[in-house]
């Protein structure tokens, strides 16, 4: 039976190095299933040498398996035409370096045989995009790594795909650049592209992805809605602004828990994220040069480390 | 008088005629490489039977998994082998008349009933090989793609700079000329050699590290990951950084050639580019013998050899009815030439053996010759013995008739100059000799012979000998019917070549190309180029080679092991008297028991006991083991046409640059791309091993 809306699937998906004599160096991914669904974005997520970017290398072909299938589009990964659908932006920029960046996308585009007019117009849009406009005649050796991750995905998009695979891609970025790539990924997923991505910074992928599979020692660990992955049954959260926090209100809010056959566990002045207060100074320095930043108003809320589940915990450092 | 020695290559250019005999050996090469590969492969996977990674043939979507009718195809072409593996247990076996089955030992030998089996099992090994090759190219192999790659290398090439090599090329030019011996009658020689050898290495050199390490680079510096994971097919990035670097090679070969050929032209002086700027296009006519002892051949002098032949004349105390001749048929010459207002160029470089040591006033003068260019319809006898007879009657009675004639003219002028002024006298004698010629013609239409005597022949010179336009309107007389006349089989040229009387004894030395007759000759420079063709093909091999290694080893292997294929290329000559056991001692286990029992290389090692006939089975397997293995080194020496250019021989461009060069070259190059084309498909882009 084939699902339309399954867009990758993997059967028991295996993958051992093995050394030029066939012996085992190391099993990367073990008995891999996963499916990933039309118009979502999928994480995958999990420490250093978990196996994320095997897992990709195996869907693009890049890699055979050594057990089990990937299909992309319902076809086996080796086969090359499914490529004609399919975005990569690779862990790092592998772009060719003495090429600058509108002859990178044109390059590219010929890959794709786009015909020249349709290859132009389309490079010109994403050098707007990805903010390269007015670095464009320049070869990529002198870009930064920023702006190589930005050329990056430019020419993953190039072929207008349908299923774009990150490999780390807010990686190398600042938190502009970061903030910048996750609105971007969210409005590709609006568009209706699906989106596989593999991170292990944990903020990017609660912040955009619908589902994620964790992955620990090339074994998946979880995988399920992000929402209800983090969502915390057992506890109840409360925010109000006004009030001072004294005794008094403590001992308030305990009696009306306890009413309700609760119990308080903390209150307190909720923290921002380093993420959230970088934007914002970012923001207050170019609305108002030259001036130091002054926290006036209410921060936008905050996230609890106790909301993290289990799994990441260990790896949070 | 020429400077140039006739054209002596090593080895003659593949004929058309040869060229079955040539597919047949490929197709045995080839399809034993394919079946040995195609064995390799099944057998891996099969040992990897539990790892799909490593299992070939069921990469899903990489590999055209082989459909159930190759691998039957596979089976027969094994089938074949095994009949000529069991023809072998079987003759040491001592069966009899499986002899038959085997395939021949080298070259040198008749094919067999066994040729044909390998021949057959190869072809289909091949097919089986190429089948799913073949459907990719058609189905899915486009042509954008491979152009964008093609420019991607120009550019990489370009800005990383390569064509400051070309730059340095430009550089040993200006300073050549110091290398460059002086001497006049070798001046052009040398500057084509100096020229063409210059070249060679750093083209070589450059080609070799284009292809060694492009791909092997994109690999290392992970490049090749946003390039496969576009719709590419594997195979088309070696294609396309063939052609981007194949034509960047072209191009930077037609500049430095252009370049070398104004260097040339500018370096030779005057004279010597007077003599020599030609590119002659010869036509050579079949050398037999009249008078000597056979007519294959003319009298060994014991000197050289065995390349001339020598014939005497007659000495002042010899009969002068016994002579000797070396006769050259031409079969056929361009009938456009009774048309031409200039003569025909015939040319001719003998060589001259004293059998007596004269005074020194001798030892410089060389010995005369004669020339008889006739039709050989006017023969009675079809036998060249009586005819070169008939020849000397026939030449008597025109002179005698055509002195007859002569006379009154001679008388005319002789009147007509009485006080005549130094000017008209010269319009006299222009007349004169303008009514001599018409007879001399009417005369040649009446005999159909023209002959030339008394030219002197000078050792080591190329020398002409011109013939006038009516002489070939002559031999054209009723051309057309020679056909139905059944006349076809006679050469429409013969050319009887003597030796004139003289005073000592002395012989000429003659072999079938130093004579020929030169129709047409081309200006030098497009042989020059025509000549670059002949490198540039050296430089697609490398190329070639150099990236198909590249698909599976690292960049600096690859280099290398180029470069050693090409160098094992250069002593195939080497390789090949060993195949064809032409060493003196035998093969390997041969020698190795003479050294054991201390046999000298003389020694006689032909009793058939049993220990000899293995002894003597092995070498031969070896021999041909080394024969397999040779086809598998590029036959660069083929390539090398600098001796056409160097001595002013036109290139032509069917027989010299089609059948043997730009054929072979296809067929060296066709299984490196099949082998490219798997390699690059079975790889796993992002692990390199
Ligand atoms: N070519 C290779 N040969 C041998 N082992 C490899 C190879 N590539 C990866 N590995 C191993 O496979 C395991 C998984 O690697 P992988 O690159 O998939 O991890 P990852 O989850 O992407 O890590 P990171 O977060 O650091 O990018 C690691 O232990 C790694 O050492
Ligand atoms: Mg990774």
Known sequence: ?317 | MMLFASLYLERAPMHWAQLPAAFGEWLQNAGAAAAVAIALVCISSFAQRSAKDYNFIHIAGRTVAFWTYLLYGFFASVACYAVIVLAWIGRWMGVPGVDALLPRLNATMPSTIGDLILTIAGAIALTVALTPVLMDIVSRLSFGRIWALALLSWKEAIRGRVIWVFGAMALIFLFAHWFVPYKAEDQLRNYVRVVFWSMTPLFLVLAALLGAFSIPNDVKNNSIHTVVTKPVEPFEIVLGRFLGFGSLLTVGLFVVSSLSLLYVVRGVTDEAAQESFTARIPIYGKLHFVGTKAAQKGDSVGREWSYRSYITGPSHNTSDKFRQFAVWDFAAFPEDLANRIEEVLFEFSFDIFRLSKGDAKEEGRGIRVTFAFVDPRVFRSPDANFQSIELRELVKKMEEERSKEFEPIRARFEKAKQGRSKEEVGELTAQRRADEEKVREKYRNLYRIHQETGIEVIDYHTQQVLVPPSAFKAFLIDHDKRVTQGENALPMLRVFVSVDKTQQSQMLGVAQADFYMVPHVMPFWQNFLKGTIGMWCTHMLVLAIALAMSTYFSSVISFIATIFLYLCGMSLDYMREIAEGRLDGGGPAESAIRITKGLPVAARFDEATPMNTVIKTLDQLFSWWIGRIISMFPDVGRHDLHLYVANGFDIGWIDVLLVDNLLPLGGYLLPWAVLAYYLMKMRETANPT
């Not at chain 1, 292990?200 to 609660?206: A, F, G, I, K, P």
């Not at chain 1, 057992?234 to 119990?263: C, M, P, S």
């Open chain 1, 1 to 317: 039976m084939i699902d339309k809306e399954v867009v990758v699937e993997t059967r028991k998906l295996t993958k051992i190095y093995r050394d030029f004599w066939g012996r085992e160096k190391k099993v990367a991914l073990r008995a891999l299933n996963l499916q990933v669904r039309r118009g979502e974005i999928f994480g995958l997520l999990g420490p250093n040498g978990s196996g994320k970017t095997t897992t990709i290398k195996l869907l693009l072909g890049l890699l055979f398996p050594t057990d089990g299938d990937a299909l992309v589009f319902n076809m086996p990964s080796g086969e090359v035409r499914k490529n004609e659908r399919i975005g990569y932006l690779p862990e790092e920029s592998y772009l060719y370096r003495f090429l600058n960046a509108e002859e990178t996308l044109d390059f590219y585009g010929r890959l794709f045989n786009l015909d020249p007019a349709l290859r132009r117009s389309r490079a010109e849009k994403l050098i707007e995009t990805v903010g390269l406009k007015n670095d464009k005649k320049r070869i990529l050796k002198e870009y930064s790594k920023g702006m190589r991750q930005r050329i990056g995905l430019a020419q993953a998009l190039i072929n207008d795909p349908e299923l774009v695979i990150l490999d780390e891609p807010t990686s190398g970025l600042d938190p502009l650049g970061t903030r910048w790539m996750k609105d971007l990924i969210v409005k590709l997923r609006d568009e209706g592209k699906t989106i596989i991505m593999c991170s292990h910074r944990l903020e990017d992928v609660q912040d955009i992805c619908d589902r994620v599979a964790i992955l620990s020692e090339g074994e998946l660990r979880k995988l399920d809605s992000v929402k209800s992955l983090l969502e915390d049954v057992f506890r109840l959260e409360l925010r109000a602004t006004g009030v001072q926090l004294n005794d008094e209100l403590r001992r308030d809010l305990e009696t009306i828990l306890a009413k309700h056959g609760g119990k308080l566990e903390f209150i307190g002045h909720p923290t921002t994220t380093l993420e959230a207060l970088f934007l914002r100074i970012i923001e207050e320095s170019k609305a108002h040069p030259g001036r130091r930043y002054m926290p006036e108003k209410a921060a936008p809320a905050p996230v609890a480390a106790e909301k993290v589940p289990e799994e990441l915990k260990t790896h949070i450092k």
